[in-house]
């Protein structure tokens, strides 16, 4: 059993822990200190034989995902998240995390946040372009919806002009691809030999993070800026040991970001555009600059009260566009998305989305749904398939014979 | 001269002021009045804080359970401001709704998702919709304000224990409401809502709301510890049990800021 503990580096984050422990010793939990969270079982199908001996049909796992709250005054108080799963048939993607440990300090207009933590940036559906600050945890989910937690030390201004955020990040954590037995696998494999840094200092880098964002009338706006190791990395060919490997390499980038929502009535337009100021290898496999520009932008409608009924209808449209080829397979997209939200006392929902390539008309489908069952259980359905994948749409191929269904049941507590 | 006509003309004025409650009154005017009165009655809370319980009744009469905490502060020449934070169900824990309503226009919404740390901004034309698979939709919840209906006065008429009524129907100004009229009783003492029936848009009857265990604060304000609302076409229920009412706890206008829905318990 492997188990992924991250620790970040000196910010006296293991000193905070230590206070945190001290705190529950010594106050009575009715008092302070508050536990939630929850927990659950999962099964995840798939539709097609494994590709290796390693791999299976079916992955069944258990998790937790305690939550702990301590308001030290009415200025100050600790909020950790943990997060651990056993999955009987995988061992990467037996798994703990340090979801959040974050001390937050509160005045009328500033805050303080030191710790590790997660923070969300942008309005769009299919793609989260301008949210850099936390790394993807590949292990829990293919699309990039669960993230690992970030050592963040966090400064926030609320004035009349907007919200102002700057970040430091001590530290950068690689995504864990998992080994041979997890789905899906690249092609020709990832390579054993450690990860490859274009920062001399690898993993035990300071980063940088800025956001400002305002509400106006009908528009929400945020202009964000990243400095530091991009997150989404790109891959070398290598040989290793006579064979084909593909080596993950992580560059140094600076990223400009704008997100935005407009909305008149029932409509809402979303957009995220960026400007990477990255780098990318040469032939001779040297670092060399990369400027890049990349875009989401699209609506959500809404269907109120369908048929005299309760349900709300959405229609959603998107168009993703980004001229880096060999990170994302989102050159020119178009993602359609249909949401079902039946506003009934289970809080059902159902979202369907479909993504083609405008290119070669490769096509990925995903289908999200989930219904409360009593006051604290919540069952969720997940689903991907690929359709009409075009033989040189690398990313889309990586998924092929992939196709799977997930149920999770969970009890909140 | 110029004294007299004053005082002449100011009594006469008083005179036709006083005397429009009284005489020549329409149905429509003699409505507009009471409600004018009612909002009057409840000027000034400022800002208020309470506990909500609402029970979700089907008709097989099983139950579920939500727990919400409300703040809400008066703003004078507009919709209030309110927050409402949900305790449970647990997997809701923590979600939060920022209102800005107006009296004109769309409300500003913005709701808060703890799980992923994400503040949105949603579509507030959604007013019909129901609040939480409950029978109350959104408009029901929000703040009542003397200019999101005309009204016509019906009648008198006795409406509980030594109670009683006037009768009037309201209909919505916004287009997008899920009402055609609403019939609301309101007591003739104090001027508290005591019951509503609203009608949907085909004019058919469709929900009963009623007030009771009313309490006042303050000296003045009324507030009503139950409220139970009946769906007649789909024989649903939802009760609501108010708790902890709190009046002027000093809350601002930056409480209620979109911004600091992350920090809330």
Redesign the interface.
């Known amino acids: 059993m492997k188990t992924q503990f991250y620790f970040p580096p000196p910010l006296g984050t293991l000193k905070t822990s230590l206070v945190l422990s001290t705190m529950f010793i010594f106050s009575p939990p009715s008092f302070a200190v508050e536990l939630s969270g929850k927990g659950g079982g999962e099964f995840l199908n798939f539709f097609q034989s494994a590709k290796n001996p390693e791999q299976h049909r079916t992955y069944a796992s258990v998790f937790i995902e305690p939550e702990l709250y301590y308001a030290i005054n009415d200025h100050q108080e600790l909020k950790a998240k943990l997060f651990y799963r056993y999955d009987a048939n995988s061992t990467s993607r037996t798994h703990a995390d340090i979801r959040e440990l974050m001390f937050y300090q509160y005045a009328d207009e500033w805050e303080i946040h030191a710790g590790i933590g997660k923070v969300f940036w942008g309005t769009t559906e299919s793609r989260h372009l301008v949210d850099v600050v936390n790394q993807i945890d590949m292990l829990e989910s293919l699309d990039d919806e669960a993230r690992l937690g970030q050592a963040i030390l966090q400064g926030k201004l609320i004035k009349s002009w907007g919200e102002l955020d700057i970040m430091l990040l001590p530290g950068f954590r690689p995504i864990q691809f998992g080994n041979q037995e997890v789905r899906s696998q690249f092609l020709p494999p990832l390579a054993n030999q450690s990860t490859r840094y274009q920062s001399k200092e690898k993993t035990n880098t300071l980063d940088f993070a800025a956001r400002w964002n305002q509400s106006f009338e009908y528009l929400d706006l945020g202009l964000s800026y990243f400095s530091g190791t991009q997150r989404t990395p790109l891959f070398q060919f290598i040989t290793e040991q006579g064979q084909p490997k593909l080596l993950p390499v992580y560059v140094q980038s600076q990223q400009f970001g704008l997100d935005a929502q407009y909305i008149v009535n029932d409509l809402l337009l979303k957009a995220e555009a960026i400007h990477r100021n990255s780098h990318q290898l040469n032939q001779n496999n040297q670092f060399t600059p990369y400027q890049t520009n990349a875009l989401v932008a699209g609506f959500e409608y809404t269907f109120v009260g369908v048929y005299n009924t309760a349900y709300d209808i959405g229609i959603i449209g998107e168009y993703l566009y980004d001229e880096w080829e060999s990170i994302t397979p989102f050159q020119k997209d178009w993602m359609s998305g249909l949401r079902w939200v039946f506003n009934d006392e289970q809080s059902t929902e159902i979202l369907l989305s479909h993504i083609i390539d405008v290119d070669d008309q490769s096509q990925t489908w995903s289908l999200k749904a989930s219904r409360r069952i009593g006051d604290n259980w919540k069952a969720e359905l997940k689903g991907r398939w690929v359709t009409n994948v075009d033989p040189n749409n690398y990313f889309v191929k990586t998924y092929q014979q992939d196709d799977f269904i997930n149920f999770k049941l969970s009890y909140y507590f | 001269m110029k004294k007299p006509l004053f005082s002449t003309l100011g009594f006469i004025l008083t005179l036709f002021l006083f005397s429009v409650p009284i005489y020549a009154q329409t149905p429509e005017e003699k409505g507009l009045a009471i409600a004018i009165e009612a909002d009057k009655r409840d000027n000034g809370w400022g800002d208020q804080t309470s506990n909500i319980e609402m029970i ?1 009744l ?1 008709r097989q009469g099983e139950s ?2 939500r727990k919400i905490r409300s703040k809400a502060l008066e703003i004078q020449g507009d919709g209030d401001k309110s927050l409402t934070i949900f305790d ?6 923590g979600t939060a709704f920022l209102t800005f309503s107006h009296i004109q226009g ?1 409300d ?1 919404q913005w709701l808060y998702l703890p799980a ?3 503040v949105k ?1 949603i ?1 507030s ?2 007013k ?3 609040f ?3 029978e109350f939709a959104y408009e029901d919840m929000s703040s009542q304000e003397v200019e999101k209906y005309t009204y016509k006065y019906l009648r008198d008429e006795p409406c509980g224990v030594g109670l009683t009524c006037f009768v009037s129907e309201r209909y919505p100004i916004d287009k ?1 409401s ?1 009402y055609t009229k609403q019939v609301i009783w309101l007591d003739t003492e104090e001027y508290r809502p005591i019951k509503i029936d609203f009608y949907d ?1 085909k004019n058919a009857l469709l929900k009963t709301l009623t007030f009771t265990e009313y309490q006042q604060y303050l000296g003045q304000y009324w507030r009503p510890h139950k409220l139970e609302m009946v769906n007649h076409q789909t024989g649903k229920k939802s009760i609501v049990n108010n708790s902890n009412y709190q009046f002027k706890t000093g809350l601002t206008d ?1 409480d209620f ?4 829905l992350k ?1 809330l ?1």
């Open positions: 979700l089907n579920s359970q449970t169900p647990r997997d809701l824990k769309a500003d992923l740390k994400r901004r579509s034309r959604n019909s919709g129901p939480m698979g409950s997008y899920g848009r930056s800021n979109k911004s600091k920090r318990r």
